[in-house]
């Protein structure tokens, strides 16, 4: 059987913030570390049925960045979502909320927040 690894590498500083973010993955091209400015890992906890999240983001990821990789994420989900499940209700209610929100951050965007 083959196992494949990922290693995330979080440099803290004085108060134990983010101050530098990188990951490998036994599967990817290149074996040097890549720099990242967030993560985002949620596991499935099988004991109390629930999610166990870890968000992680540097000092220097924008708050457009933010709201942008959140919005991915939630793509992301649906696509998953539909892939797993077969569930295109769930899949569509997740992409016209993504949509929305891309909406919402362009406009903000527009009027310089």
């Not at 500083?13 to 990951?23: G, M, R, S, T």
């Not at 490998?24 to 967030?38: I, N, V, Y």
């Not at 109390?48 to 919005?71: A, C, G, P, Q």
Request: net charge negative; proline share 1%; with cysteine.
């Amino acid at each position: 059987m083959k196992k494949s690894g990922i290693n995330f590498q979080i440099e803290l500083d004085d108060a134990n913030l983010p101050k530098a973010i990188h990951w490998d993955a036994s599967d990817k091209e290149g074996e040097e570390l890549e720099a990242t400015k967030s993560i985002s890992l949620n596991v499935w906890d099988n004991l109390n049925h629930s999610t166990l999240r870890i968000d992680l983001w540097t000092e220097d990821m924008s708050v457009v960045e933010m709201k942008r990789f959140y919005i991915d994420i939630l793509g992301g989900m649906a696509q998953t979502i539909l892939n797993s499940t077969g569930d295109e209700y769930m899949s569509e209610e997740i992409k016209d909320l993504c949509d929305r929100l891309v909406k919402h951050v362009n406009e903000e965007n527009k009027k310089g927040l």
